[in-house]
């Protein structure tokens, strides 16, 4: 597949997957495999464009948040990002059953874990813990590995979510942000997380939803007996602050694009396609004039987006 026909496989599949109704027949076996190829393709060109520090998810805007992580990682904002994405990370651990002085000894796995810097920030938060990471994408853990990796701290596996290679029981907290609306069958990575979760280890899953989506998870969340859903709060008004801040023109983002050798229009485009990708049109972003120009006569695609309703945080415990 050239990489035209690759885009056009992922954007179909997250169509598939995000917007069938529950309990519609889906493309099946063949229809996921080619999603998950396009997947890994896409990702592994993201982790050959990626500068050292990006992470991939839209992020959150919580002062009080800010505030927390500096008491814990002094300097924390002076990292060369903007630490939007590290405050969904902090968010993933700081209400659990389990606080953030108490991870000595325990097993940390996060699932889609794009380029490890999301994880490696969690292992200077909560110390102590043994951390892997696995992705789909093998690029990604191929620079996680040799940037990240650190003996008994961290590691980083290749897998996917829907057939994870650990053994029952071996995993303590189970971490899972912005990733899950990638996987065809939802209902299987969440059996996969009951199989690999030690009894009362924590899943901690943020993800962002369609309508459809979301009532297939609450069904199948219903399903799965070794899981109780002890939270489901509705995050997206923090969310869409980090997005309104990264979109704003004297913002660390444009401030990093600005730096890159490129032609004014080339830039804009680049604007233009990074905020689609972290998540603008949640966030009410209108494409301008010169692009909405340049989409008619076919020079940057058009993109609307899935119709995203929710970004939500979601916590369960194994039985
Ligand atoms: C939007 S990125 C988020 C990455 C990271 N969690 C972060 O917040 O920076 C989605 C990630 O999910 C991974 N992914 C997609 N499908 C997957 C699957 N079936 N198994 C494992 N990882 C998958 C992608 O390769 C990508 O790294």
Not at 70 to 91: C, K, M, V
Not at 165 to 173: K, L, M, T
Not at 218 to 244: F, K, N, P, Y
Request: some cysteine; overall charge neutral.
């Amino acid at each position: 597949m050239n990489t035209a026909e690759i885009m056009t496989a992922f954007t179909s599949g997250l169509a598939d997957i995000n917007l069938a109704e529950p309990d519609t027949a889906r493309g099946g076996e063949k229809a996921a495999e080619r999603m998950k190829t396009a997947s890994s393709t896409i990702y592994d060109m993201a982790a050959t464009l990626s500068a050292k520090g990006d992470l991939w998810n839209w992020g959150m805007y919580d002062p009080e948040i800010v505030d927390e992580i500096r008491a814990r990682l002094p300097g924390f904002g002076e990292f060369g990002t903007d630490g939007f994405s590290e405050q969904l990370y902090f968010l993933a651990l700081r209400d659990l059953p389990i606080g953030l002085d108490d991870y000595d000894g325990r097993t940390v796995l996060e699932v889609g874990c794009g380029t490890g810097e999301g994880l490696n920030f969690l292992s200077r938060i909560a110390r102590g813990a043994r951390m892997t990471g696995l992705d789909l994408s093998p690029r990604a853990i191929a620079r996680a590995s040799a940037t990240l990796a650190r003996a008994d701290v961290l590691e980083f596996v290749h897998g996917d979510a829907e057939k994870l290679p650990f053994v029952d029981g071996s995993v303590n907290i189970l971490v899972n942000i912005e990733s899950s609306h990638n996987y065809p069958d939802l209902g299987r990575f969440l059996r996969e997380v009951e199989r690999v979760l030690s009894p009362g280890g924590i899943l901690t899953h943020i993800d962002v939803f369609t309508r459809q989506r979301y009532a297939a998870m609450r069904r199948m969340t219903a399903e799965i007996d070794g899981l109780t859903w002890v939270t489901d709060h509705d995050i997206s008004d923090r969310v869409r602050a980090a997005i309104g801040r990264r979109m704003a023109s004297d913002s660390h983002f444009h401030a990093t694009l600005a730096r890159q050798r490129m032609n004014p229009m080339a830039r804009r485009i680049a604007a233009h396609s990074q905020i689609l990708m972290f998540g603008g049109m949640f966030a009410g972003y209108q494409p301008p004039a010169v692009i909405r120009l340049l989409s008619r006569i076919g020079i940057v695609p058009w993109v609307s987006g899935l119709p995203m309703e929710s970004y939500r945080h979601q916590v369960a415990v194994r039985r």
